[in-house]
């Protein structure tokens, strides 16, 4: 399957309560794991909250280290490998796990996990990056102690939850980058406030929660839970609050194209979300990778009567990441409007035309 497939839209399998291997690895030139080690695991506590809060208990992971006779010791050094800062490899260039993997011990047994978290020496490189089986462009690692098909890999703020959960976001949940690096995309407003696979840094201006979309997914919201616009006309929906457990409707979407959709979920203040009490709509364009911007904040509600237009102009691009030639849009505009609002979700009115 395709990401281009996901909007209409089946969802990718799920392991809801996988099972991680802690690995740490070193080079011939790097400091033993045993200082990092321990912060990885405390991280790794924190991203296993992060993830049973935010999905309402319907996620969580489990994880063992590794023993230490069987921590991946290469050969080489960081710099004949590629991984440290210091290499004539350009920087955006991928360090693959398998790099590493190569050199696990047999005894390891990853048939026994689901997914291989790999962690390395800080003071080589600043990389973290993640391997996921449903990526087209990825083929499963074959290595002595087994087949990996998801693994992540981090070499600096291995402590740091937040960005361990963006990159289980990625090796778990099948989730692409939010944000875009791509030359030449001028039309991409990103959701840098609304989730942790754009934003993994908390503070008071970002929410490092998940969109309503990235948790339908996941699996963690029902189709029921779903309010889906299908013809022209004016409608009012009531939406719960984006953290809040409840079985009542979190989002309503409007099917732009065969590869767009529109977008609503609303956010009060949480746990993971110290920022934004808002409705927001989006639009999610699976013609659009990683580094590509394939969720644009289209804009924000804030009060009772406040409007927000979607029309053909915001969804037209100027990159390769633009309609196919069989594509057409559906509709000539969006007009969401902003009817009330409480701690408990938004009323919003959405005319289609």
Sequence with gaps: MVRSNLVGFPRPQVIQSPKILVLPFSFSDGEPPTSYLGPTLGALNGAAHFYEQISWGKASFTFDAAPEQLWIKVPKTALEMGFSNDSPKPQSDSVSPFDVLKFASPELNFDNYDLVHLVGSPDLMDRATAWMEFDPRNAPIVTPAGTVSRASLITYSHNDSS????????????????????????????????????NSVPNDYNATDMTIWNKYLAGWVEPEQIRCIVKAGTTSHFISTNSSKSDLPKAVMVKISE???????????????????????????????????????????????????????????????????????????????LLDSDASGALVEVTTK
């Excluded at 990159?319 to 969401?336: A, G, K, Y």
């Design 259 to 337: 590869t767009k959709v529109l977008v609503i979920d609303t956010w009060r203040k949480s746990e993971f979300n110290r920022c934004c009490n808002e409705t927001i709509a989006y639009v999610i364009d699976a013609t659009r990778i990683h580094f590509a911007g394939p969720y644009r904040l289209q804009g924000s509600l804030k009060n009772s009567g406040d409007q927000l237009v979607l029309d053909e102009s915001l969804l037209a691009t100027t990159t390769e990441w633009t309609l196919r030639p069989d594509e057409s849009l559906t509709i000539s505009n969006v007009t969401v409007t």
């Design 163 to 198: 960005l361990v959960a963006h990159e289980l976001g990625h090796a778990w949940l099948n989730l692409w980058d939010l944000y875009s690096g791509q030359n030449g995309i001028t039309d991409f407003i990103g959701l840098n406030r609304f989730d942790v696979m754009y």
